[in-house]
Structures are given as structure tokens and as C-alpha cells.
């Protein structure tokens, strides 16, 4: 069973602060790795994908992957109260079209 | 562009009624999924489709029916509804990569969320 882990949270961060979020995952051979915010309520919505082991950065999100470690992590920076809500993280391991995803992490940025 | 279009929003079912959960994209996505979302839970697979005609079961098919006739609709049937099946359900859709980005992140649609009582 391919399994995707993550800390339920809630995880707090006042704002302007880095938040970090983190994932890990089972499987060696996974090859893609998603992030997805989900507000309360509402449907997932990508923020970052990634696919080879580094730091991909878009505006105040970094994503990180280390393949031999099997993590991927989520850097937000300048948190801001709207970045309020559950990230999702979704692991790709290939020989299927689908993905596992993680419980979620919430997080809280606090005014 | 509308994207992932899913009705109903909301449903309430009595035990033992079946519905189907429509699901249809305007994006030309050869793949389609099905999820459910438990509270506190992640994102659990019920069926995808790579394709018209091509249908397989995710992690938690049972009591669950999927058919998959045209590449833009693909709808969720439950048979006889359980308190079990209370759930928030997601469509989504996403196009074959390839490479090392074989597969592309999933656009998802509103949700449905259903009550079984």
C-alpha cells in the first residue's frame, strides 16, 4: 500500500512568518508530487507541483523534493491569514494514472 | 470556461435510495476521477477513466458504479445509498503528461455533498 503521510496540524504561524509544511511518502519509485490548498467548504485547488529533487519556487511558495530522503515539503513566506486552510499533498508513483494524496495539514497564520 | 462541472451541489438520501452524481468537463481531459472526503480525512479514490470506454476501481469502489461513454462526462451511480456513503464527493479531470511529468495535477470540480439518513 503506497502511503502518503502528513501532520494533521493544525499548524500556527503568525503572520509574515515562513510556514512549513511536510510530507512524506512510501513508495521510491514516486516520480510526481503535488501540493493543493483546500479552504473550508471548497474543492482542492493546486498551488505547486513538482518533479525532480530540489526547490521550485513561484512567487511566496517553494516547493522541495528529496528524493532520497522520500520528503516533499511546502515553504509559504510572508504567511498572510488568507493562506488560512488545509494543504493537501498528492504523491505520483507512476505504472497508474492516479495519485495518493495525504490527510492534510491545516494551517492557521495568526493577525 | 467552466472546467469541472459537477450537480448536485447538495443531496439528502434516505437508506436504500439510489442517485447518480454527475460529473462532466469542457476541457478535453482524457482522464477523469472520482474521490470522496471524509471530515479529517484526505482524498480517497472511488473509480477513474483513462478514457471513453475505460473505467477502474480506486481504493473504496464498493457500492459504487461508474460508466464512462464520452470523454466529458463521467457519472458516479450508487445503487442502494448506506449512512456509510455520507460524504463530500469530488470529480476531477487532468490530461496525460509524459516524462518525468506523466502525470498532470487534476482539476477539481465544486464537490457534492451528500447526507444519507
Known amino acids: 500500500q503506497k502511503e502518503v503521510e502528513q501532520n494533521s496540524g493544525p499548524l500556527s504561524v503568525p503572520e509574515g512568518a515562513i510556514a512549513s509544511l511536510n510530507c512524506t511518502y512510501s513508495d521510491r519509485g514516486s516520480q510526481s508530487f503535488f501540493w493543493y490548498r483546500q479552504y473550508s467548504g471548497k474543492s482542492p485547488e493546486l498551488i505547486m507541483f513538482i518533479y525532480s529533487n530540489g526547490d521550485k519556487e513561484d512567487g511566496r511558495f517553494t516547493a522541495q523534493l528529496n528524493k532520497a530522503s522520500q520528503y516533499v515539503s511546502l515553504l509559504i513566506r510572508d504567511s498572510q491569514p488568507s493562506d488560512s486552510a488545509t494543504y493537501l499533498c498528492a504523491v505520483h508513483s507512476g505504472g497508474y494514472q492516479k495519485v495518493t494524496f495525504g490527510i492534510g495539514t491545516k494551517l492557521q497564520v495568526i493577525p | 470556461n467552466a472546467g469541472v462541472t459537477q450537480t448536485p451541489k447538495f443531496r439528502i438520501l434516505k437508506i436504500g435510495q439510489s442517485m447518480t452524481l454527475q460529473c462532466t468537463q469542457d476541457?478535453?481531459?482524457?482522464?477523469m476521477y472520482w474521490y470522496r472526503q471524509d471530515p479529517g480525512m484526505g482524498l480517497k479514490l472511488i473509480y477513474y477513466s483513462v478514457g471513453a470506454g475505460i473505467t477502474d476501481k480506486g481504493e473504496v469502489p464498493n457500492g459504487y458504479n461508474v460508466s464512462r461513454s464520452t470523454t466529458e462526462d463521467f457519472p458516479l451511480r450508487l445503487e442502494l445509498a448506506a449512512p456509510s456513503q455520507t460524504s463530500v464527493y469530488f470529480c476531477a479531470s487532468s490530461f496525460p503528461g509524459q516524462g518525468l511529468a506523466v502525470f498532470q495535477p487534476q482539476h477539481f470540480g465544486d464537490g457534492t455533498r451528500l447526507s444519507i439518513l
Open positions: 476541457m478535453n481531459h482524457n482522464y
